[in-house]
């Protein structure tokens, strides 16, 4: 087969419809090998890419058509002392590849060394390496429209593409786990009912399952392990992993997007699977180390590690930038995702060991006409020194407010934090974001995320229970629930009803702060991992949805809630609250009441021992909404009681009288429409939550 020049770019294998353009980026190759597989894995051809421009290596075949399967082998330089891996024998995965089959299959090809140390391994490896694969580019995009939800009317639901649907009874078994599967009307029935406006996939990007992992019949479930950054992964079509992976995903975010849905990605551009210099070669490592991967300065031998896997992505490299803006790029105008969640994105930000607001990576994005325009959101932390960046980020960004978790989770659970913090964090943590010039939807609320207790776990458990885990005392978040007296299943009734309250009291903590909320996927049906709060490893009945247990009470409660925050504006402000009290007309915006109906003091706010506040929003807010319109709404009360005793509360007198009830956390069930409340006096059970509308 004769090889053509082709051209450097795009990287990675392009399709025109005519043949295949190939393309890779090595500084320091002296010749790459493009090889070709046929379907059974037999390599039919073996070609050098005939040019270099620019450090990319390319060709161009004619007759290569989508499903042809491919790799690299790079020759050049083998000195890991000095940071250079170069092994031919290693069969690599194309950085840009569209589509990936198989997984590797663990053994000794696919390490390129003892340690790094002893000479390159001689051992083929592609009989053990997933292939690459060409993929057509033509999809139906027809009638395909984002929905472009609002920053401040978004409501994420994090979830992750196997689990939701693996035990779904609606869904035909054959697409169960899969993007067939959430693609189905079933689960798109479910969600859009729910009220959520966007999905949060959990890693999607091919991943791998690592080895010691395997070796304990438990897999990599959660995916935060990628090493194909353009390429679905394989794991979860129904369709097939010859590229049908790229139709299938395209047409889940069709029909998503069809029912109103948006798509955010949950990304992980700060590492990959090929671990520290112990690691396996699999794609990156063989290609340019030392442009990829951020090495010790004093031995390069070694990765610097802000990840806590081993390596972290250079992100001083210019081709490093480009890998990734050019995956951002590609979800977007490919793929039609709405957006990204950064997974450790302080790791991104790291110019040379602190991290920089300025860096390089949030000046491209910033300036860039496709990734500028989609909803971008940080986990504003890694493992590094000076790592926790929250409310630091620049003003495009929304952050998963790891403040707002902390406190609302130990207000509910009694913790001597003060008032002031809370209220903080249920107005849109102001203190946070407002003095950089963000809005309240810069702040991403949760309570609970796939990394942690589920909801249900978080009010039952004094401690993890992670012994099916490799690691029994491994977990990253020691969060703990109040103490109830009894961890764990019961039959108790008075402990089985704490626990139903306090799901309900944060979930509606949760749906009636201003900001973000992300409600953690199977929260709402009371989804438990009987205490693993860090199920990353189990690919099994532990972490999938249990769609026979859902508890169809606060299934419905959850979708009011949703349903209240998307009727009432109040409770989704585009601009802050400016403090203002609610006394004469034309000021009303935000008051803070205690028990007695007396306005907060400065003292009270700081006190640690307080448990009950009464706020009242003003849904005269005399200002205009994201599209211009004015906004005009009810006005609502609502009274927190964190105490384990009741608490009567004394009506302030700046408020009208006329108040209807909307919901009471104690009394379980969404209550019926009641007359207005005409008693000045309200008694608030212990641990519960009461809202107040006083119609306009």
């Not at 290596?57 to 790799?71: D, E, K, S, T």
């Not at 092994?87 to 997984?103: H, M, Q, T």
């Not at 472009?148 to 035909?172: N, Q």
């Not at 707002?404 to 002031?420: F, H, K, M, N």
Request: proline fraction near 6%; charged fraction near 20%.
């Amino acid at each position: 087969m004769k090889i053509l020049t082709g051209k450097p770019y795009p990287q990675g294998a392009t399709y025109d419809g005519a043949g295949t353009n190939f393309s890779l980026f090595s500084e320091v190759a002296e010749r790459v090998e493009l090889c070709l597989f046929d379907e059974r894995g037999r390599q039919t051809q073996a070609l050098e890419l005939p040019e270099r421009t620019a450090y990319c290596w390319h060709g161009y075949l004619p007759a290569v058509q989508p499903g042809q399967r491919y790799g690299f082998r790079v020759h050049g330089p083998w000195d890991p002392a000095q940071g250079q891996w170069c092994c031919p024998a290693k069969l690599l995965l194309d950085p840009y590849a569209k589509a990936i089959e198989g997984l590797p299959r663990w053994g000794p090809a696919l390490y390129p060394s003892h340690g790094g140390q002893a000479a390159c391994s001689a051992e083929d490896s592609a009989r053990a390496m997933p292939r690459c694969i060409v993929v057509s580019p033509y999809f139906d995009w027809s009638g395909d429209h984002p929905p472009a939800v609002s920053l401040h009317e978004t409501v994420i639901y994090e979830t992750h593409v196997k689990g939701l649907t693996m035990r779904h009874p609606d869904v035909p078994e054959e697409f169960r786990g899969t993007y067939a599967g959430l693609a189905h009307p079933a689960t798109i029935d479910y969600l859009a009912e729910l009220g959520v406006t966007a999905v949060e996939l959990m890693p999607v990007h091919q991943f791998v399952h690592d080895q010691h992992l395997q070796e304990q019949n438990l897999r990599n479930y959660w995916g935060y392990n990628s090493i194909g950054y353009f390429a679905p992964h394989n794991e979860y079509s129904a369709a097939g992993q010859a590229g049908q992976q790229v139709q299938e995903f395209k047409q889940m975010v069709k029909r998503l997007h069809q029912a109103g849905i948006e798509v955010i990605l949950d990304v992980v551009y700060n590492h990959t699977a090929e671990g520290n210099h112990q690691g396996p070669m699999l794609s990156l490592r063989g290609i340019d180390n030392a442009a990829y991967y951020r090495l010790d300065p004093g031995n390069p031998l070694h990765y610097i590690d802000f990840t806590g896997t081993g390596n972290t992505l250079n992100m001083q490299h210019p081709q490093v930038l480009r890998l990734i803006m050019d995956s951002l790029r590609y979800w977007v105008t490919e793929m039609h995702v709405d957006g990204f969640r950064f997974d450790l994105a302080s790791a991104l930000a790291r110019e040379l060991h602190d991290v920089d607001r300025l860096s390089a990576f949030f000046d491209i994005i910033h300036q860039d006409p496709v990734i500028g325009q989609v909803k971008l959101i940080a986990e504003p932390w890694d493992v590094g020194e000076g790592g926790y960046q929250v409310g630091k980020f620049p003003v495009q960004w929304s952050e998963w407010n790891g403040e707002y978790r902390d406190s609302v989770r130990d207000y509910w659970r009694g913790t001597d934090r003060s008032l002031g913090e809370f209220a903080n964090r249920f107005t849109g943590s102001a203190d946070l974001y407002e003095d950089t010039g963000r809005r309240p939807h810069a702040s991403v609320n949760f309570v609970t995320a796939h990394d942690g207790f589920t909801l249900a776990d978080l009010v039952s458990y004094n401690d993890r229970h992670n012994d099916a885990n490799p690691d029994p005392a491994g977990g990253h978040d020691d969060n703990r629930s109040w103490n109830s007296g009894v961890e764990g299943p019961t039959d108790d009734a008075d402990v089985c009803a704490l626990r139903a309250r306090q799901q309900r009291n944060f979930l509606t903590t949760l749906l009636l702060s201003q900001g973000i909320p992300m409600v953690c996927g199977g929260d709402e049906i009371g989804r438990t991992q009987r205490g693993n709060n860090n199920a990353y490893c189990q690919d099994n009945e532990l972490s999938w949805y249990d769609w026979d247990a859902v508890n169809e009470g606060l299934l419905e409660f959850t979708r009011r809630l949703i349903a209240l925050r998307r009727e009432h504006p109040v409770f989704r402000r585009w601009k802050w609250f400016q403090g203002r009290p609610l006394h004469g007309a034309g000021v009303e915006d935000v008051g803070w009441y205690r028990p007695d109906g007396k306005e907060m003091t400065e003292a009270e706010w700081n006190a640690g021992h307080a448990r009950s506040l009464l706020v009242c929003l003003s849904g005269r807010l005399k200002s205009l909404d994201a599209r211009g319109e004015p906004v005009v709404d009810d006005d609502f009360c609502v009274l927190f009681n964190a105490a384990e005793q009741g608490v009567e509360f004394i009506q302030p007198p700046a408020l009208p009288s006329g108040w209807v009830k909307v919901l009471d956390t104690e009394a379980g069930a969404w209550p019926e429409p009641e007359p207005p409340v005409q008693e000045e006096r309200i008694i608030l059970g212990g641990r519960s939550i009461v809202v107040l509308r006083h119609a306009q």
